[in-house]
């Protein structure tokens, strides 16, 4: 045992005592050439035509179900195997990304206060549905404040974890790329679906997101999914920013129908 | 013959530890600490309070998963605690062991010195002139202290009082007992 470790060793992680296979990888390692037979399908609609929405299967590899905590728990598996990183407890980031929402309430709360007790005393006279306005806008700024967030973890996520991969060549290859490593990276499985229907929109389904698996409330249905949603934006961001480093512009929105499906709607802007 | 905290921490943290890679949950927080100066438009004091709240807030959860993994029992004495919180609180969570020491002669202060920080790698605070002053840029982890240890009817008060991102020779947290919260029985609860 290693119980005789400084305490001042270094971060690195004790060397895992059992072999660690890579899982297969969804994508050829080297080069492009090996991603799945899309390209066909992905040739842009006829001007004019509505191309039908097509569910674009991971024939890929097989999904890689995560490894039981209870295993000799590696980190995620994947192609990042750097032997120099470092871990932390997945717990961390979990309890990182659930605080995210009420902290972003609060600077929301607390720079409106700013903002509205100097411009006027007016409170008390707003009508009913002015204070329903001042609600959505609440919600509007709270939506900005976490889907910035999220943009920049998105951002910084691609160049640090894209930074060995050859240039994509097409948007759906980029798209392919957020399903499968970024989301593993980040929420520990692979998208479920991705729809396109080949005029710049996607759309990303994940059936047991892993930020609304344990949600639950009392009245359940119908609430649980209206309070699930701010959870939804910070992923939104991630996209967004992962996407816009990658050269791809595009705006994201999220719904859940029903706890744990989450799918997120992705519309690229053209660029000319 | 009960293990040492070391043990506990260690074990824990080889077995019963879903990991994630560090850099995931250090931009995370990153961005959490930038986006907050920019909220705030630089008023690092109001920046520091709202990460102790987001820890505070981290840390009445967390202590729940830290007892479901650590099963660890009641400590005795508040020299204990201090042990137990670097040797298993911290290993199992972020993999570090902050040093235990500076006891006050009452016993009921006493500082952690953090050799490493998962939280701040490759960070350079803002170059204002102003936040080498005021950032404590990982004044999360006072609020996380604070809130887990009021769980188990520990009072405290944390605050950093130096930092190598302020260009300190250490990181170290300084911890104080308030006091000890006595056990209340819920009304009606016999």
């Known amino acids: 045992m290693a119980s005789s470790i400084p305490m001042t060793s270094s971060g690195l992680p004790s060397t895992p005592t059992t072999p660690y296979t890579p899982p297969n990888r969804p994508f050829g390692s080297n080069g492009t050439t090996n991603h799945q037979p899309l390209s066909e399908q992905n040739q842009p609609g006829v001007p004019g035509k509505v191309a039908p929405a097509t569910t674009l299967p991971f024939q890929g590899g097989p999904s890689v179900p995560s490894p039981p905590a209870s295993q000799q728990s590696l980190p995620a598996p994947g192609m990042y195997a750097d032997p120099h990183a470092i871990y932390l407890n997945l717990s961390c980031l979990d309890f990182l990304l659930i605080e995210l929402i009420p902290m972003s309430e609060r600077v929301v709360e607390v720079i409106g206060e700013r903002t509205t007790s100097s411009s006027n005393g007016m409170q008390s006279i707003l009508s009913e549905k002015d204070a329903r306005i001042g609600e959505e806008e609440r919600r509007g700024a709270v939506f900005k404040h976490v889907e910035g967030l999220g943009y920049r973890v998105g951002q910084g996520l691609v160049e640090r974890f894209s930074q060995d991969r050859p240039r994509f060549a097409e948007v759906l290859d980029v798209m392919k790329f957020i399903c499968k490593d970024l989301w593993q990276l980040i929420f520990r499985k692979q998208i479920d679906n991705l729809k396109t229907n080949h005029r710049g929109v996607y759309v990303l389904t994940d059936n047991s997101f892993r930020l609304l698996m344990r949600m639950s409330t009392e009245a359940g249905g119908l609430d649980t999914v209206t309070r699930a949603q701010p959870y939804l934006w910070f992923p939104c961001g991630v996209l967004r920013g992962a996407l816009a480093n990658l050269g791809v512009q595009a705006t994201v929105v999220a719904e859940t129908t029903a706890i744990p499906v989450a799918s997120f709607h992705v519309q690229t802007l053209r660029q000319d | ?190």
């Open chain 2, 1 to 190: 013959m009960s293990r040492t905290p070391r043990q506990i921490g260690e074990e824990v943290w080889k077995t019963r530890v879903e990991k994630v890679n560090a850099e995931l949950v250090t931009l995370t927080y990153g961005s959490v600490v930038a986006q907050l100066c920019k909220d705030f438009g630089n008023d690092y004091i109001q920046v520091n309070e709202q990460l102790d709240k987001m820890g505070y807030n981290i840390g009445i959860r967390l202590i729940e998963d830290f007892l479901a993994r650590s099963n660890t029992s009641r400590c005795r004495t508040f020299k204990d605690a201090a042990e137990i919180v670097s040797k298993v609180g911290f290993k199992i969570f972020l993999n570090i062991t902050p040093t235990v020491g500076n006891w006050s002669q009452d016993n009921k202060q006493f500082s952690l010195i953090f050799d490493e920080n998962p939280l701040a790698d490759f960070v350079e605070l803002p170059d204002d002139g102003k936040a080498i002053n005021e950032l404590w840029y990982s004044n999360i982890l006072c609020g996380v202290l604070r809130g887990a240890l009021e769980m188990v009817q520990t009072q405290v008060e944390a605050q950093f009082v130096s930092d190598v991102l302020r260009g300190h020779e250490t990181t170290e947290m300084r911890v104080t007992l308030i006091r000890i919260l006595e056990d209340e029985m819920p009304v009606g609860d016999d």
